[in-house]
Structures are given as structure tokens and as C-alpha cells.
């Protein structure tokens, strides 16, 4: 209120009712934002794929070479050439599932250059990044062994792109056989007795792009034919993955789901989310306005419009939900850093980050009947990373944390939430300011994950649950002052969960959620 107006007013003798009026409507529109939410605890929907929390590493910048693997000479802590830190931050993290070697790089890997004796693999160059020497010092053996020291599945991407049906085939001979074929014995005697198990296999990635540049016909009838030869022993067939599209896409899944009758268990779709939308000019990881704070938040949510259109075509062609949609690359994706190699995409991660990554589960788990996979991209030191090196140093990012808050979440029973909440606006964008998921872990315990979007305002959220007595929550919340608060290895716990709790009032759940934050609460 101006104070031109004030003394009009005062002079109109309504001062103080208008004071508290004001005070009052001011409290209800810029301090808090006030929503409810109803969770159906008596209405328990799919089960949420441990998967949706699964994550990719491919042969890209820093990502596998210094973020995975250091070699067993190497100075930095290491167990048979893997880093101890990362391995024991990524245990913590009950990786469910790991996508390698690509991405881009899948379409040009041949498996044989990643085997034997390492001093005599034959060194590449890796064209899709920077350019850069590929070693093939981590190879399939690196890459399992990698997966069993975290306790992971495995996801193994093919190569269609300038593979053959042949190749893949010997590929998987090699990983599964437990016979005494001439590829199973090299596997034994390049240090592997037991078969592996391959527990997903992709046909190609990108295949409209850096996988081949094909149509998605094209692409289907190549399905079809290596498909046909990715073979197991008995009871070990690996889930089959077809390559799918992108964005606001649904060619490749209508096409896919018509032309294709057998050996297609999932497709795979790619998002990335930029701040402006524009590829060129994507937005900064750090030192952004309110303005990339919205539109960043606002354009991940996109991904809820494209899941449904694509799930619509499969409930049409598959209503039998034998075909999973597999998000299997997702995440922030901004400008090159200064001072760094563009084709490393290293980027800064920040709290921004860990909302995209908590407002993605959420819309994920509402799409738990069909989206069985989410693979984020990527896991180590590239794009919308868990964890950053330099040299032997390491920091956990705010998207660590969001991944390890949400690990309740993992097997967990989708539970139906109604959520009333205002709109954060700005310029023309707007979003509802808080979004809510909530489910039944395996343990029997109702979970709850909340995120305020709005960077200013608290978020009283009063839940009410059906189905199921309440007393209180506890857990833990992740905020901070800045938007583009972040970790570094010189200051590697700037941002971190806190503890949190919320009480009973008035019958109902009363959680106060800090601006711009996740929490994530068990029931009592
Ligand atoms: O994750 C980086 C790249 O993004 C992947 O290699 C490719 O599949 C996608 O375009």
C-alpha cells in the first residue's frame, strides 16, 4: 500500500481495518503459498519399477575414464582400478540399473576392442566427444565387474549404427554363454568363468539421429532382424529394447508398436530439459535468474505431456501393457562451462537440479504402470550428474541427494494423490507451485515426496491421508539460499539434506515446506 493511499484512507477513518486487511491478503499471497493434499491410502495403484531410478554412463568426457575407472596404478584410491569413493557414494545410492556404453558412442563401439589384455586394445577415437583418444581400457569385463561392485543390473547398449546382427549376436555369446563355445572360452580366459547375466538389452540408440539417421520404419524392420539374434541360454533372454524418439515424439512408438510383433519388450524415449528451450542457446548451469529458475522447472514438466501422448498410442496398440516405455536418457542439459571441452558436457549441478530430478520421479510414478525405466543422463561428471571429480576429490551433487532421498521410493506401491495448490508465476510463466507423490514402500510404510517450486515463499502443504491413521511425519528436506546453490569439491556439503518433520493439527497433516525445496517424509 502506497503511502498516498494510506493517508487517504486514514483520513477516511478505516486505517486499521484496512491495515489488517491488508497485512492479512498480503500474508495469504506473497508469504505462503497454502495447498492441500489427499492421499488415497486405500486406492494402491502400480508398483513403481525400482528402474525408474537407474542410471547411464557412457564413454563421454570424464565420465567412465577419472569418474568410474582411474586404472589399478592410479594414485586416487582405488579397488582393481575402480575409484573407492565413487564406488562407495554410488552403493549408498542403491543404483537399480546402469545403460552403457552409449548414448552416441553405443552406435560406434565394437565389443571386441574392450577385450583382452588392456595394453593391447586397440585405441579409438571417440568422433561423437571431443575427439578424444578411446583407450578401450574399460571394456565388458570393466563394465560388469563395475556393475557388481555396485550391486546393479546391467542395461547394455548395441550397435546398429555400424554393427551387424553377427556382431551383437557373438556379443551376447560371449557375456552369457556357459557352454564351451570358442567365445565362452576366450570370456574364461580373459579372467571370466560364470556367465554373465544381461539383464536389458538396447537395439541401437537414437537411431533417428547419432544411431544411424534412419526412419522409424526403416529402424523397425532393422529391429525385427537383430532382435532375432540377440540370444541366451535358456531362462537368461535379456528384456529387449527398441530404440524410440524424443520430446513431444509418438512416431516411433505408433510405428514401432505396429510393425513390430515380437522380441520388443520396451522402447526407449529421450528428454532433456533446457532452460530455454532453445538448443543453441540452452541456459546456464549456475548464475541464472528467477526467469531460467521457471522456465527450467516449467519445461521438465513437459515430459508428463509427452509420456501421456505415448502411453496413449501404446494403450491403443498394446492394451495388454506387454510394451514398457523406457525414459532411458533424461535430465538438465545447459551451455558448455567455460574453460572446459564442449564435447565433455560437464556441467554444474545445482538445487534447480535436484527439482527437476524430484519433479521427474513424481511425474514418473504417475506413469508406473508403463514407465518401467528411467535412466538419467548421466552418472558421473557428465550432463545432469550424481557425483563430480576432480582429480581425487569428489562431490556428492544436490541430485545425489534427491536420487537418495527418493530410495523409499523404489518397489514402493503407487499411492493416488489430490493435490489443491496455487500457481508460481512469472513473466508468462507459470507452474503449480507444489508437487506431491505418495506411496506404500516395501516395508509397509507410506512415503511421501514434496516439492515447493516457488523459490521465495514457504509452502504449508495440510495433508489429509484415507485409509490410513496418522501421527506425524519425519524425514529429511533439501533447500538452500540460492537457486543455484551448489556443491564443489572444495566445499562439497553446501547443500545437503537437513532433517524434517511435520505434526498433526486440526486432524490433519500440517508440512512446512521451505521455498524452492524437496523433502521427502515417512508416515507415523
Ligand atoms: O547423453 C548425451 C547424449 O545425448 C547421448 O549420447 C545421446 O544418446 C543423446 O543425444
Redesign the pocket.
Known sequence: MTRQLRTRLRSLGVCCLVALMSGSAAAADTATVNATVTIRADQPGAVINPNIYGQ?A?H?GAGIYEGIWVGEKSPIPNTNGYRNDVVAALKALHVPVVRWP????ADEYHWRDGIGPREKRPVKVNT?WGGVAETNEFGTHEFMMFAELIGTKVYISGNVGSGSPQEMADWMEYMTSGTVSTLANERRKNGRDKPWEVHYFGIG??TW??GGNMTPEYYANLFRQFATYVKAPRGHRPTIVASGGHDEGTKWVEVLTTNVQRDMDAISH?YYTTPSGVWAKKGNSLGFGENEWISTLKRTMLIDEYISKNEAILEKNDPQNKVAFYVD?WGTWYDPEPGREPGF?WQQNSLRDALVAAINFNIFHRHAKRVQMANI??MVN??QAMILTEGPKMALTPTYHAFQMYVPFQGATFLPTEVQTPNYSLGSDTVPAVSVTAARDTAGKLQVALVNLDPRREAVVTADVTGAPVKGASGRVLTANAMDAHNTVEAPEAVKPTAFSARRSGGKLVLRLPPKSVAVVALD
Do not use: D
Open positions: 547411464f557412457e563421454l552409449g548414448g552416441c558412442f561423437h540408440n537414437e539421429g547419432c529421450h536418457e558436457l543422463a548421466q557428465v550432463l
